[in-house]
DNA sequence: TCAGCCATGTAATGGGTTACATGATTGA
DNA sequence: TCAATCATGTAACCCATTACATGGCTGA
């Protein structure tokens, strides 16, 4: 029964952090933020605008940002928030004190691919295809990125996680591939023995239509 | 104006397609569908206990699955669940026709390695080495999975599946050894030239203990 | 005797998405 | 003239997690 230490920082989720970890770069409005997160964090965090809009006013009522609302002629009124002193170390706090553990990835596609033989080989293997295909855009699309960044000490660490995403699309790509093969090579197999194992719906069974 | 298709299928979350998927595995109760999730699909979906018994009662109320009393003598009474024809017939319609892109990996860690400019850099690396160390527990384990159940023909697609772990697996130790090799350069670079990019916190500021 | 399995849930909370709403300005 | 941008939000919904609750049986 060790003593609970005194509850001083509030118990927030990893979107406030994350909201709070982008106003270091300087103040912004909701919809700026919006727009910096999107190609930012964006390729691995991605929150709803009410959402986002929402967090900064919490952030704001935990006195962890500054709300300043700004009239402008031209253009409707607009509120910034920049990071207070305490939100920055509430920041810092949670940057070295939250575990980190590796997260599952969390697929649509992994669940589909798990209950494959469920479906018709052809269209199994057209969703692979479709991956692979969708694997290699996004590849491209992070290889120019590095491309534009790779050179600015300021962008260092946001650099790291571009590579993080290179990374894990070069694995989608060979792994979808080696899904293609695989699956190949048993065709070949069931046809020099036993039969294919895609399980046809039960005819004559809930046939509503 | 399209006229809209009438509306035969009800939008449920993937979660339920994930249970009514298990259960064509045969039927089982919420505490076996509990375990077995957790040893099949738990790599890249987990729901929670309460959860689960919640999405096969609406399973059940769709009339996708058929819910049977069992009275045990020795044990708790249980309620075993099956597949029915409709069930099997949505779950076959969704795996072809929910369409698929490449989700984003959603991690706390890499948030944490974009926001890496505010923190001590033996924090840092502390965290990455962490992160690798868990990643190769996390690839060894899948390993030793993949020898139990690589020649079981049954469970090809299961096993198609355990691959991708492994390569994401694999691209996550591949990436944190990047991320130190990256790290220690720079931190010979600076020796040589500028000063340390770590921002210090703001002294005096806030500083409330 | 005591932890752990078997077996099922309720309640509370909250994280997050989607849809809806408004309305002026600017550039093609 | 028409779509897009700027700018902010509310309302509704629901997916999902955590904590709480119960209680008998089994094996170390």
Same mark, same amino acid.
């Given at each position: 029964?060790?003593?609970? $230490? ?28 919006? =727009? ?20 900064? *006013?919490?952030? *704001? ?16 009124? =607009?509120?910034?928030?920049? &990071? ?16 980190? /553990? $590796? ?29 692979? *295909? ?14 534009? &960044? =790779? ?11 571009? =590579? ?8 989608? &790509? ?33 046939? /509503?239509?």
């Amino acid at each position: 029964m060790a003593a609970e $230490p005194a509850k001083q920082e509030p118990k927030l989720p990893t979107t406030s952090f994350a909201v709070l970890g982008l106003l270091t770069f300087g103040e912004q409005s909701g919809y700026d933020l919006m =727009k910096f997160a999107h190609k930012s964090i964006g390729y691995f965090w991605g929150p709803a605008k009410s959402h986002l809009y929402a967090e900064l *006013r919490r952030l *704001r009522d935990h006195g962890y940002a500054l709300e300043t609302q700004v009239e402008q002629a031209q253009r409707p009124d =607009k509120r910034v928030y920049s &990071i207070t002193p305490e939100g920055e170390r509430a920041l810092r706090t949670w940057l070295e004190t939250a575990e980190v /553990a $590796p997260e599952q990835i969390k697929s649509v596609f992994t669940l589909k691919v798990f209950f494959g033989a469920l479906m018709p080989r052809e269209s199994f293997v057209a969703q692979v295809k479709e991956m692979h *295909r969708a694997a290699r855009a996004h590849f491209e699309e992070l290889l120019a990125i590095e491309q534009s &960044i =790779k050179d600015q000490e300021s962008l260092f660490f946001p650099y790291l996680t571009l =590579k993080q995403g290179l990374a894990h699309a070069e694995a989608e &790509i060979r792994w979808t591939e080696q899904v293609l093969e695989e699956v190949a090579n048993r065709e070949t197999r069931e046809h020099q023995g036993a039969d294919s194992d895609y399980q046809e719906p039960a005819s004559g069974l809930g046939t /509503a239509k």
